[in-house]
């Protein structure tokens, strides 16, 4: 993870900016069992007493917004839309373009509840997966995906904010392996902690940005710089 250094800006009132393209502790939203720590409050705290003006990309929760005092969390529909263009260029290089159009898949309904407002303007398939849960200990037991029949193309766009160990992806793409698709992945923020293999098993390519200052590489991995999205964002 990484932090773009704080910004002065050129106006007659000096503004310090502080920019962190990942916002830390984002998903530690929550004390998650008694006794937790709550990062995201802590952390909250620490950039409340410094009286900065803060911006972040796709932060996770609206608790980030709730909790940092002058957060701005902006969009990611610039990288989003980048994604599916290079999808549908991809796609326009095949021989067979019998099914060249795109479907984008949410792996959960934290994605779609996310997202959902700024892509249903695409004029593109949209589905959704949810995540099944054991109701007696509450662990996770498997995913639920669309019918194949709903699907207008076998190629497929994944969307979310975080991948972190992937195990969320990889088990839609598990549930999904009948359906013999070309399934792409795009997350804001790639921390990859298990690396890309067993990722790249499963997804013809993925998509990021820079903000986690991920050093993993791989010619199917494209990360896009966020350094001039929020210079332009910001106008400085």
Do not use: W
Not at 126 to 138: E, F, N, P, Q, T
Not at 185 to 208: A, Q
């Amino acid at each position: 993870m990484h932090a773009h250094s704080a910004i002065r800006s050129q106006s007659s009132v000096e503004e310090i900016k502080l920019v962190l393209p990942y916002l830390p502790y984002a998903r530690a939203d929550r004390r998650f069992v008694e006794g937790d720590c709550f990062g995201l409050e802590v952390f909250a705290e620490l950039l409340n007493g410094l009286g900065l003006s803060v911006y972040t990309l796709d932060a996770h929760s609206v608790s980030s917004r709730n909790l940092v005092k002058n957060l701005t969390d902006l969009c990611p529909s610039t990288f989003i839309n980048k994604a599916i263009e290079d999808v549908r260029r991809g796609v326009s290089n095949l021989t067979d373009r019998s099914q060249d159009s795109l479907t984008l898949l949410f792996p959960d309904d934290g994605a779609k509840k996310r997202y959902a407002g700024f892509v249903t303007g695409l004029n593109i398939t949209i589905l959704h997966c949810a995540k099944v849960r054991d109701k007696a200990s509450g662990h996770l037991s498997g995913f639920s995906v669309p019918a194949l029949s709903e699907f207008d193309s076998k190629n497929v766009l994944m969307i979310d904010d975080i991948c972190d160990g992937g195990g969320t992806f990889l088990g839609v793409a598990e549930a999904l392996k009948q359906y013999n698709l070309n399934i792409s992945l795009y997350v804001t923020h790639g921390i990859f902690s298990k690396g890309l293999d067993s990722l790249f098993s499963e997804f013809r390519r993925i998509y990021t940005t820079d903000s986690f200052g991920c050093q993993l590489s791989n010619p199917r991995l494209i990360a896009f710089q966020t350094e001039e999205f929020f210079k332009d964002s910001l106008c400085i």
